[in-house]
């Protein structure tokens, strides 16, 4: 099995003010994407799509050649152009979203896959769990996965941030999802509310209905709207196309949403570094 890790960096970035995607937080210079490949490859991911804008090549090239030798690396590209003919292209002003981010990777990948965020840090738990959920699927349903993560813990000091409020029943199964703008004291700490932090696992059924939803979507949508991942796949859960199971709360993330949340990320990595959990180098 040669599954994929997709990761979604096409972003604008505009609340930190540059391109987070490659901003250097490690001891050693080391950008969030760094400690993405290094997690995802020890979990056993093989290949890694990077779905970014095609302005960005220049400066991935030179990142992505640090592991060219222990993972497939393949580069997509998110144009907002890539839309069907009658799509409201015209006087868009921001790319078109997550879900038609991720289908730009479709021509990468063969099996299923998983799918994160470049600018969050999720931890090696969270890439190991998410590998041997996609390693032991069972052909007969579509089943999908969702790392879910405590509300509490994902929210910023520097300002509100956009999370995907998950419902799950007994059994940890996704009955909706909601995204909402939060900030510190909007949920209770400890709580148990699970957000949704873009970390999925999905099966290819998942591009037929990207596709789908896509194109409908790009007829009505105003020149700022998204088509975001939870929507999609909210919808398919409703539709009972898919079931999604929320994998057990994870601990550790931290992110990139603001530019003051760079020394926390700094001070989180210096740490993990110091108690072993990440060698010197990572690539040497």
Not at 147 to 172: F, H, I, M, W
Not at 226 to 252: M, S, T
């Amino acid at each position: 099995m040669h599954l994929s890790l997709v990761v979604l960096a096409a972003g604008l970035g505009s609340r930190f003010g540059s391109l987070k995607q490659l901003v250097p937080v490690g001891p050693h210079g080391e950008t969030i994407l760094d400690y993405t490949a290094y997690d995802a490859h020890r979990a056993g991911f093989k290949r890694i799509v990077f779905v970014i804008r095609q302005e960005m090549v220049e400066a991935f090239h030179p990142f992505a050649s640090r592991f060219r030798g222990l993972l497939e690396v393949k580069l997509a590209f998110q144009q907002t152009e890539d839309a069907p003919k009658g799509a409201l292209v015209k006087g868009r002003v921001r790319p078109w979203g997550t879900a038609h981010a991720l289908l730009a990777a479709a021509p990468h990948v063969p099996e299923a896959l998983a799918v994160c965020n470049a600018d969050d840090f999720y931890g090696a738990e969270a890439f190991a769990a998410a590998f041997a959920f996609l390693r032991d699927l069972k052909p007969a349903k579509v089943t999908w996965a969702l790392a879910g993560y405590p509300a509490d813990a994902t929210l910023s000091t520097q300002g509100p941030v956009n999370r995907a409020v998950c419902r799950v029943d007994e059994k940890g199964w996704l009955v909706d999802l909601e995204e909402r703008r939060l900030e510190r004291g909007d949920v209770p700490a400890g709580g148990g509310t699970i957000v949704s932090m873009n970390l999925w696992c999905f099966t290819q059924e998942l591009f037929t209905h990207l596709r789908a939803g896509f194109d409908e979507f790009s007829m009505r949508a105003g020149p700022a709207q998204e088509y975001l991942l939870p929507d999609a796949v909210r919808e398919a859960v409703r539709a009972g196309l898919a079931r999604v199971k929320v994998l057990p709360p994870a601990k550790g993330w931290f992110g990139l949403t603001y530019a003051d949340d760079r020394d926390t990320a700094a001070e989180i990595l210096h740490a993990l570094h110091a108690q072993g959990r990440y060698p010197e180098n990572l690539w040497r």
